[in-house]
C-alpha cells in the first residue's frame, strides 16, 4: 500500500536526524527502527540523496552511503535538530489558530486545537504577554471576524461598515452571512449584500464595524457561493491595466491591491501592473503619496493625477 505523501515526508524528517546520531547502524535495524522492510529504507535513503538546502549544488544535498550494508549520513547538519521558532514567528501562529479554530464547521479542528495547545505550552505566558501587544488594527481585524463567526453560527443578519478602496468611502451594508474564508493571506467574508441585492465577497480588513443583528441571516435561494477556485480576483475583459512604479513608502499599495505582476526594482523599489474597472480612486490617491507611487502607463491617469493636485492647490491659495 502506497504510504500517504504526508506520513512518508514525516519519516523522513525523523529519519534523518535519527540517522545521524546513529552513524553505521545496520540496514536491517535501521528498517526495524521505522518499521519499514529493508527495501522501503533503500528507497527513502535514495530519495535523500534529492534533498538537502537550497542551491541543488551538489554540496547542498545530503550524503547516504549504505554499500557496506551499514547507513552513513552526511551534509544534513541543518535537518539534525528540530526547527526553532522565534517568539514572534510562534506568537503569530498562535493567533492565526485561534482564529481558525472558531471558524464554525471547521474541519481538523481536533488537529488546530491540539496545535494551538503545544504552542500556548512552549511559548509559556510570555504568549499571553505578548499578544496583548498586537496592534489596534489587529485587535479591531480580531473583534469583526468573532462578529462573522457568530452570525455565521447562529445565522443572523449582520450589519457592516465596509471600505471601498474604488470609491475612497465607507459604505453601510446590512449581509445575510453565507461563509468565511482565508486565502492569499487574508480573511473573506461572504454573503447576501441587502444594499447591493446580490452576492458579495468583503474583505476582512476593510470592514471598520461589524454588528450582530436580531433578524434571521438566512440568504434568498438565488444567493449562490461565488466561484473561488481560480482565485478572489478575477478581473473583466474590459479593466483598464495599470502599470505603477512604487517607492518604498508606497509598497503597501501592491499588498492592499491585487496585482497582475510585482517586479522587484530593488532598494525597496517595485513595478506592479493592477487592473481595474474605475480608475477614478487611482486619481485621487495618487497626490496623496506625494510623488512615492508614478504611473507609467496609461499615462492619462498620471496626468490626471497632476491635474488635481494642481487644482487642490490653487484651491488652497484662494483660500489662504
Request: hydrophobic share 40%; glycine share 8%.
Amino acid at each position: 500500500m502506497t504510504l500517504p505523501a504526508t506520513d512518508h515526508l514525516s519519516r523522513l524528517l525523523a529519519m534523518v536526524p535519527y540517522l545521524l546520531d546513529h552513524q553505521g547502524i545496520g540496514l536491517s535495524d535501521a528498517a526495524a527502527r521505522f518499521d519499514i522492510t529493508e527495501d522501503e529504507l533503500v528507497d527513502d535513503l535514495q530519495l535523500l540523496f534529492l534533498c538537502g538546502t537550497p542551491g541543488h549544488m551538489p554540496d547542498d544535498l545530503i550524503e547516504a552511503d549504505w554499500e557496506s550494508g551499514h547507513v552513513y549520513l552526511g551534509n544534513a547538519d541543518e535537518l539534525s535538530k528540530p526547527v526553532r521558532l522565534s517568539m514572534d514567528e510562534a506568537l503569530t501562529l498562535i493567533v492565526g489558530l485561534r482564529m481558525l479554530a472558531d471558524v464554525p464547521g471547521l474541519a481538523g479542528k481536533d488537529a488546530v486545537d491540539s496545535a494551538l495547545a503545544k504552542l500556548v505550552e512552549a511559548t509559556g505566558g510570555l504568549s499571553a504577554a505578548r499578544t496583548i501587544g498586537v496592534d489596534a488594527a489587529e485587535a479591531g481585524s480580531a473583534d469583526v471576524l468573532a462578529t462573522l463567526q457568530r452570525a455565521l453560527g447562529a445565522t443572523r443578519r449582520v450589519h457592516i461598515s465596509y471600505l471601498v478602496p474604488a470609491r475612497d468611502e465607507v459604505t453601510e451594508r446590512d449581509v445575510d452571512p453565507m461563509t468565511l474564508t482565508s486565502t492569499d493571506g487574508h480573511w473573506y467574508f461572504e454573503g447576501w449584500c441587502h444594499r447591493a441585492a446580490d452576492v458579495r465577497l468583503f474583505r476582512t480588513d476593510r470592514i471598520t464595524a461589524a454588528e450582530l443583528l436580531d433578524i434571521d441571516g438566512t440568504p434568498p435561494e438565488r444567493a449562490e457561493p461565488k466561484d473561488l477556485s481560480t482565485g478572489i480576483f478575477v478581473p473583466a475583459s474590459t479593466d483598464t491595466a495599470v502599470t505603477m512604479e512604487l517607492e518604498p513608502e508606497a509598497g503597501w499599495i501592491a499588498e492592499y491591491y491585487p496585482t497582475d505582476e510585482d517586479v522587484d526594482l530593488g532598494n525597496g523599489r517595485r513595478r506592479i501592473v493592477l487592473r481595474t474597472a474605475d480608475t477614478g480612486w487611482l486619481r485621487r490617491l495618487l497626490p496623496r503619496l506625494g510623488g512615492a507611487a508614478t504611473v507609467i502607463e496609461p499615462a492619462e491617469i498620471q496626468d490626471g493625477a497632476v491635474e488635481a493636485a494642481r487644482s487642490a492647490l490653487n484651491r488652497y491659495r484662494e483660500l489662504g
